[in-house]
Structure formats: structure tokens, C-alpha cells
């Protein structure tokens, strides 16, 4: 298909977009780039229109122009086509409204009602890229004025609220207005082409589907490493921290991914029915291992690519006193049949050396073994899966060295399935385009589901509450190094290690 052609199959639907926060950092930087490529695709119906809320005065021209100008930053210039650009910005409106006063909220249905085709079912997406606190307030706005019905549907993103009980009260908030059905948490990591791909490596391949379980794994690591701080967010980092803002959200989706049974089917709910299988059966941390498997960290001064950074009590705004952490390692466990006895190593934190997103999956070595004693060490494959900043899929393997010298040594190499080289001529679309375009299409099995997020929560929290009782501070590690020395030794304490060490 041509990118700038509309499918023959117009199966398109026809939505409603309404933005609050549409001028905010996630919408500028993410969600009109999304949209745009969505258009460039077809992917969004003739009638399709975006209203953008924000407390700013701002005319619709001025708002068209605010967004041309983010797609010329977030669009690579290859793909920003002017006649795109053109019939994207034309389904464009902007409202100033306050978002806490009711009164206001009239003008949405005012929007929808001045150019309703009325041939057309017209679903109406409500997208919150706001804080949390907002969420319940502007649900029953919506409700209250009018602007809702029976097909109407809410995004809101990760992380829902501080704690369990927190969670709790913006859910139920949310419950109120909307049910379970048609409310879409985004997880942004649950729309990247390789967290798909892994679903399909699963359940697709008897290669690895009879493989996946604690007869045939060692251990299991994902890393989630960010070299930036905390851009300006420490009103928001400070309080929240890595294990709320990483671990909670993000890692603990993918153990589930990596972790769950096959589902009866691709449906929404038999998919996330088998996640928090997962989430229940995580093991607690307990009081006497709590300081070996698990390791808090906070950057000080250090060098990213030769560039000196501040340590985290030194950027702006700092409380100096402040002990949230920017860094968790830690090993924890599945207590179920298939994963018994297997480690799951998780590690995330910011000032990193690299951008990096990927899990590990180390497979058991064979049970005898004929070659060079000196290589044992070799004698496993590993499957990587990278999410950034190149998505692909390797199979680590052990083959016989070339060269008349050298025998039967073995050498490691990898079987390599690279997204961007396998696929030259097909664009990875970014996770926020394959998310809107499944909340468009009314589909959720790539969100999450309310009781996922409350045993997330449970078993957070009840970290959290142990750290208190410790009351250790976060070890301090070199922004540019791979965290707390702690961290090495968690895992080298059971003969293995991170994966960028071999």
C-alpha cells in the first residue's frame, strides 16, 4: 500500500478525539506525530476530528500552527509530507477550558453536535494526558454536561495514582463514569513491535513454547536503562521515585508478558486474565533477604559520553535531604509450576551509560557436556529481546570455531532478527500509533486492565513498606556507570551476570 493512499477496504472508524492537556509535552511530542503517521497511513477516517483542551488562550490557527511546528521537530523530515500535514491539521480544533469548573464543558458538546455527520456512528475518545488527580474530576465533567454516551471512551495514562489505596480512589472515580469496557490504560511498552513480536515468539513457535518454563531456564534479566535524569521533574520523581515510575509500570508488564501461560485466545480479557496470574503469584520480599536482593540507588556527579551531569541532590529545585531512589535492582521470583526456582533479575535506573530496553531470557546449559572444559562457561543460549533503542530479536547459539587450528572450541554468535534490516522498506511505527489506532478500532487487549494494576500496586507497595523498616538509604552510584556496585554483586553472589558484562 501506498503511505500516502487510503486502503480500498475503508474500514476506518470515525471518531471523535478530544485532547485535554493538548498542549503539553506528551501530546506535542507524542501523540500529533502519532496522528499524523496514522494519517499518512489512511488509518483515519474523512470524518475523523481532534479537539484539543488546554487552559491556555489560544485561537484554532495559533493551535494548527503550535502543532505543524511540533511535527516539524518529532517527524523525521523524510516522512513529513506537506499535503499530509495539511489535511492532518484541518481536522484540528482548540477550546480554552478549565478543566476543574463544569460550566465550560458544554462548549465539547457544542463541538461535536456543529459538524456531526449524522449518517455516522461517532464515537467520542476522551484522552486525559493530564495528572492522575485530574482523571475523576473531568470524567464527571464529561458525564454531568452531557458529553457522554453509551459508546463514549476514556485513555488515561500510567502510573494511576501513588499507592494502592491512591489507585484505588482514581479508578473508582473513573468506574464511575465509564465502565471497565471502555476505559484504555495506556502502558506505552505494551505497543512496541517487539513486545508484540514476543507475544507471537511465544505461542507461535514450539522452539521456544516448549522451552518456556523452569526445565529449560536458567534465569530471566530485564533492564530498563535511561541515560537522562529527571528533565525537570522533580516535583513529580521526587515523590514518586524509580520502583513507582519504572518498576510498577513498565517491568512488571513485561515479567507478565514474559511469565504468563498461553491464553485460551487473543481476546482482551483471556490475555490479561493470565497476567495477573502472574502479578499474584510474584514472590514477596522478605525482611532478612530484603538487603541482598534488592538494591536502591541515587546518581551523584558523573559523565555521560564525556559530558559532565549533576548529581541527582544537585539538579534545580533539589531537596538535599531528599532519599528517593533512581535506581532498583532486584531478583525476584514466580511461584507457579512453570517458573519455580527461576530467577527473574529486573534493573532500572537513570544517568545510565545507554538508552537501553531489553530482556534476557538464559536457557539451562545441556546436561552432559563433551567439549573444552575451559568454555563451559559458553555452553548456554541466551534469547535477547531488544525494545530501544533498536527493536529486534537474537538468539544467542554455540558453534564450532572456524579454522584448521582450532579443533572443536566453540564461539558464540548470534542468530539475529534485526526490525529495521529484515524490514528495510516498512517503517516500526511508534507505540502510541498501534495504541490509539486499537482504542479507535475499540480493541484493549494491548491495555490494562484495573485488577492488573491493583496487585501491581499490592506487591509495590509492600516493598516500599520494607524499605521504610530497613531505613537504609539509596547507595550511591557515578552518573555513567551501571548503577550501585550492590547491584553486580546481587547477581554475581549466584554465579551469573548482567548481560553487558560477557
Aim: glycine letters at 8%.
Amino acid at each position: 500500500m501506498n503511505s500516502h493512499k487510503r486502503p480500498e477496504d475503508d474500514s476506518r472508524a470515525v471518531i471523535d478525539l478530544v485532547l485535554f492537556g493538548a498542549l503539553g509535552d506528551l501530546s506535542l511530542r507524542k501523540l500529533y506525530p502519532a496522528l499524523y503517521h496514522l494519517d499518512r497511513e489512511g488509518l483515519l477516517h474523512d470524518d475523523t476530528r481532534i479537539l484539543g483542551l488546554a487552559r491556555q488562550e489560544l485561537k484554532g490557527e495559533g493551535f494548527r500552527k503550535r502543532v505543524t511546528d511540533a511535527l516539524q521537530i518529532y517527524v523525521k523530515a523524510s516522512e513529513l509530507d506537506r499535503a499530509v500535514v495539511k489535511r492532518f491539521t484541518a481536522r484540528l480544533d482548540y477550546l480554552q477550558l478549565d478543566f476543574e469548573t463544569a460550566e465550560g464543558y458544554r462548549a465539547i458538546t457544542e463541538w461535536r453536535m456543529s459538524a456531526r455527520h449524522e449518517t455516522v456512528i461517532c464515537p467520542l475518545v476522551v484522552y486525559l494526558a493530564v495528572p492522575a488527580s485530574l482523571y475523576g474530576g473531568i470524567c464527571r465533567h464529561l458525564q454531568d454536561c452531557g458529553c457522554l454516551d453509551e459508546l463514549s471512551r476514556v485513555v488515561v495514562e500510567k502510573p494511576i495514582g501513588h499507592d494502592y489505596e491512591t489507585s484505588c480512589e482514581i479508578n473508582d472515580a473513573i468506574g464511575a463514569v465509564f465502565p471497565e469496557s471502555r476505559v484504555y490504560r495506556i502502558d506505552h511498552y505494551l505497543g512496541k513491535e517487539t513486545v508484540q513480536n514476543l507475544i507471537a515468539l511465544r505461542f507461535a513457535n514450539p522452539l521456544f513454547g516448549t522451552q518456556w518454563n523452569q526445565n529449560h531456564v536458567s534465569h530471566v534479566e530485564i533492564t530498563v536503562a535511561e541515560q537522562v535524569g529527571i528533565e525537570g521533574r522533580w516535583g513529580y520523581f521526587d515523590r514518586a521515585g524509580q520502583l513507582r515510575d519504572m518498576v510498577q509500570n513498565h517491568l512488571l508488564q513485561l515479567v507478565c508478558l514474559i511469565a504468563m501461560d498461553p491464553p485460551a485466545n487473543l481476546d482482551a480479557d483471556a490475555i490479561r486474565d493470565e497476567k495477573v496470574k502472574v502479578l499474584k503469584a510474584l514472590e514477596p520480599f522478605r525482611e532478612n533477604t530484603l538487603g541482598r536482593d534488592v538494591v536502591r540507588g541515587q546518581y551523584i556527579a558523573g559523565n555521560i559520553e564525556g559530558d559532565g551531569v549533576p548529581g541527582y541532590l544537585e539538579e534545580e529545585g533539589a531537596n538535599l535531604e531528599s532519599e528517593t531512589e533512581t535506581f532498583v535492582a532486584m531478583k525476584t521470583g514466580v511461584s507457579n509450576w512453570r517458573w519455580a526456582g527461576v530467577p527473574f533479575y529486573l534493573r532500572t535506573g537513570k544517568r545510565l551509560p545507554e538508552k537501553l530496553s531489553q530482556i534476557v531470557i538464559h536457557f539451562r546449559q545441556q546436561p552432559h557436556y563433551i567439549f573444552d572444559p575451559d568454555q563451559r562457561g559458553l555452553a548456554t543460549n541466551k534469547l535477547i529481546i531488544r525494545l530501544q533503542p533498536d527493536e529486534g530479536i537474537a538468539l544467542e547459539v554455540l558453534t564450532k570455531d572456524s579454522g584448521l587450528d582450532r579443533g572443536m572450541r566453540l564461539r558464540r554468535g548470534p542468530l539475529h532478527l534485526d526490525f529495521g534490516s529484515a524490514f528495510p522498506k516498512a517503517r516500526i511505527p511508534d507505540a502510541y500509533e498501534r495504541l490509539l489506532l486499537e482504542v479507535m478500532k475499540g480493541r484493549q487487549y494491548l491495555f490494562v486492565r484495573r485488577d492488573e494494576i491493583e496487585h501491581a500496586w499490592h506487591w509495590c507497595d509492600s516493598l516500599i513498606a520494607a524499605w521504610q523498616d530497613l531505613g537504609e538509604p539509596p547507595r550511591r552510584y557515578p552518573a555513567g556507570s551501571w548503577g550501585p556496585v550492590a547491584s553486580i554483586a546481587m547477581i554475581t553472589q549466584d554465579g551469573r551476570s548482567w548481560y553487558e558484562d560477557y
